[in-house]
């Protein structure tokens, strides 16, 4: 469905997630109508002003003291998007490379900008053709993106490369459109900013509710094959704390109805994962927040404020840096407790049931080896705990001395829910065979479940290669969490 604008705030994290998953955009005409005539005031202010504009008079970085000709700076807006592309794979995913021109798109369509209504309608374009550079996904070290940001935009000027290796020239000529030539203030407009980092807050926060609706399903199944007591997933038990009490009420539903098999106290791993999940959720919901607010504050350097071009720290993601890195430690938590949780399936002495859950123990290793598969994943995945958004060094001989290094903690949640899902997979496997070897119906809420984890990955009888089926449960978890379908809390 098409995402209409009629005004910036229209561009929320909704209608960026749409526009990332392939959704076109229509602009309001009134809308940029207001755009060029907010242009005609920058381009006045430009011109009788005689102060140095960083970027438009001037150079850039250490070199902000350096005055531009007239002659130079018809070149210079052009040139920004070129010099400073000096990065390389591994690239952005298409979906990205989406969001974050959505992200731009809104900041153009902002006053401080004073972006041209041509400008606005280019990108536009580009998204509603198609239009996906090859961009950097690592590899930047400047305080704020002007590295990646320069490969995602000159390809206006028809120069770099696309994702799909082809040339930013021959991919404007197959959709029918000229170079674009931007004007006063735009080149450096267009690499100002935070759009990836902001990308990643949207995107990275949606993957993790996702990924924490597996890992309650994951839970529930594993509490349920164990016959674990349910009296503490009573939702009064959290207290004040309203998230906890919905991951408990969660919990509950899911595993309402099955057998207790009269332990005192399961181990503790099955007993805490409402607390990990409930933790997890609030951090997203925090990474999403501050990408929010980051969508509605002016991040461009120089910002256009009453009549005034204005240097500003917009480019400072520390907001969306430091809390990417704190899901991705909320996602090593609940990997420990998912790979704990599998063990203890495993093991006869908490479960009741066969030795590593083949019912021939012995001549068959069960699945044993699919817990030592998930202990790998977790190993890599608590390497990715330490911050990458800290590390601040000089560059750009002393100008530029801080930087928040948010897109390599967007890249290092990324793949820190790889590693989890992986994990979650594996749980899920292990917790539907012991369901399986149970004999009994389980929890009502999980029989639908059930099946559908059986048909994806047959129980074992005796040893089979589980990695391709791994693989291929790992990819459909991926594609959405809807190919389990638990029924919805009431």
Do not use: C
Request: proline fraction near 7%; charge should be negative; glycine fraction near 10%.
């Amino acid at each position: 469905m098409t995402v209409v604008v009629t005004a910036p705030a229209d561009l929320d994290p909704v209608a960026i997630e749409r526009i990332a998953e392939g959704a076109p955009v229509r602009l309001d005409e009134d809308l940029l109508d207001a755009v060029a005539a907010q242009r005609l005031i920058v381009l006045t202010a430009l011109t009788s002003s005689e102060r140095p504009v960083y970027g438009v008079n001037t150079g850039m970085g250490r070199l902000a003291g350096t005055t531009l000709t007239a002659a130079q700076q018809a070149e210079h807006q052009a040139r920004l998007l070129v010099g400073r592309a000096v990065g390389g794979p591994p690239w952005l995913p298409a979906e990205d490379v989406r969001a974050l021109f959505a992200v731009r798109l809104r900041g153009l369509l902002t006053p401080e900008t004073g972006a041209s209504a041509d400008a606005v309608r280019f990108l536009a374009d580009r998204l509603n053709d198609g239009f996906v550079p090859a961009v950097p996904a690592t590899g930047s070290g400047a305080a704020g993106e002007i590295i990646p940001l320069s490969h995602a935009f000159q390809t206006f000027l028809g120069l770099g490369t696309m994702l799909d290796g082809s040339t930013a020239a021959d991919a404007l000529a197959a959709r029918g459109a000229e170079p674009y030539r931007p004007g006063p203030k735009e080149g450096a407009t267009f690499i100002q900013g935070t759009p990836i980092a902001t990308a990643h807050g949207i995107l990275r926060s949606r993957d993790t509710r996702q990924a924490l609706e597996l890992q309650t399903l994951a839970a529930a199944l594993t509490i349920d094959a164990l016959g674990a007591p349910r009296g503490l997933y009573r939702p009064d038990l959290a207290g004040p704390d309203t998230v906890l009490a919905s991951v408990l009420q969660r919990v509950a539903e899911l595993t309402a109805g099955g057998t207790e098999r009269g332990l005192v106290q399961a181990p503790v791993s099955v007993r805490v994962g409402p607390q990990a999940l409930a933790h997890a959720h609030r951090v997203a919901d925090e990474l999403n927040d501050a990408a929010e607010r980051r969508l509605a504050t002016p991040t461009d350097s120089p910002a256009f404020l009453d009549d005034e071009f204005i240097s500003t720290g917009g480019f400072h993601a520390v907001d969306l840096g430091l809390r990417l890195d704190a899901v991705t430690a909320a996602l090593v938590h609940l990997g420990e407790i998912g790979v704990q949780r599998t063990h203890r399936l495993l093991d006869e002495r908490f479960s009741g049931l066969p030795a590593q859950l083949t019912p021939e123990p012995g001549p068959h290793a069960g699945l044993a080896p699919l817990h030592k598969r998930a202990v790998g994943e977790l190993h890599a995945l608590r390497r990715l705990a330490a911050p990458a958004a800290l590390g601040a060094l000089d560059t750009s001989s002393g100008q530029e001395d801080v930087q928040v290094f948010a897109l390599q903690a967007g890249e290092q949640l990324r793949a820190a829910l790889g590693h989890l899902l992986v994990i979650t997979a594996s749980e899920l496997i292990t917790a539907h065979q012991a369901h399986v070897l149970r004999g009994g119906p389980g929890a009502p809420a999980l029989r639908d479940v059930h099946r559908r984890l059986g048909e994806l990955v047959p129980p074992l009888g005796e040893d089979r290669s589980l990695g391709p089926e791994l693989t291929a449960l790992v990819a459909a978890l991926r594609s959405g969490s809807s190919v389990l379908s638990a029924p919805p809390s009431a």
